[in-house]
């Protein structure tokens, strides 16, 4: 513990109250180590690119990987920044469109759940969003293993109204808040921890193990899926639209959420490779072999 507190006040929270140019020094001083020097996941990163973009050169991937440590980096560094970041600089650097989609659901008495994938800086959404809904604003994650490190992050990203509940503790919030208006934000790209509780998808032409957990609270609660696209207008500037996907999740079929909800991410990635967590190791888990054979 003690640890954890000397690295956050000595490293973390000065590196936070840099002025964005300075951070953007550092990021290309981290680039230039993560990339060319460490390597940084990169075998996990090019094979994720291999997988998804079987078409392109190696030289392709290669750049395509180069822009996506770029960008990683700044990331890294936008999301320390967070810890200092005021309200204002927050709405300068993520405009919001399609904001009128929750303003009718709202007026209509409904709650909503809200989905999204680790995509351009879903860390500054985190605390640039929640002045603009009348709902409350609750985003699903999971503990950080550092007690001290899982606080100061909550605190962080709750500073402008987020709540945060833990996977453990979903189910629960949402039969105590029944009767609240909310909108609950699912990450759905992330890796299920059971790959047999998952529900398998394809994605980018791969088999994936995908999470059922936002169609699933929407079909048991009829809340309305919306899907927030997030994208770069330039280092440090975003902009996130909102897209209602459907009002009436029990008048879809078993699935067809969930197959929609990754369509519409891949779509978003396409565009724009390098903005997505490439890094991650998405495709972990094989579909069990009793499931193919059923």
Known sequence: MIFSRLIFWLVIKPISLLPYGALYIYSDFFF???????????????????GCFPQKSEQEITQLAKKFYRHFCDLV????????????????????????VFEKLYQEGRSVILTGGHYCNWELWAVSTPPHFKHRLMGIYKRLSNKYFDEKMRTSRGKFGLELV??????????????????????????????????????????????FGAEKYAKDYNYPVVYA???????GKYHVRYELVTETPNETE???????????LESDIRKAPEYWLWSHKRWKHKRPVEEKNA
Request: aromatic content about 10%.
């Open 32 to 50: 230039l180590i993560l990339f060319h020097l460490v390597g940084y996941r990169k075998k996990v990163v090019k094979a994720n690119l291999r």
């Open 77 to 100: 560094l936008e999301s320390l920044k967070n810890f200092s970041i005021t309200h204002e600089q927050a709405q300068e650097r993520m405009t919001q469109e399609g904001l009128e």
């Open 166 to 211: 833990s996977t453990k503790e979903t189910g629960d919030f949402f039969k105590e808040n029944i009767n609240d208006l909310t909108v609950s934000v699912f990450a759905i790209d992330q890796s299920p921890s059971n790959p047999k509780k998952a529900m398998w998808i394809t994605f980018f032409g791969r088999e994936t193990a995908a999470l």
């Open 229 to 235: 696209h997030l994208s770069k207008k330039s280092r």
């Open 254 to 264: 078993y699935g067809e959420i969930t197959h929609k909800l990754h369509e519409i």
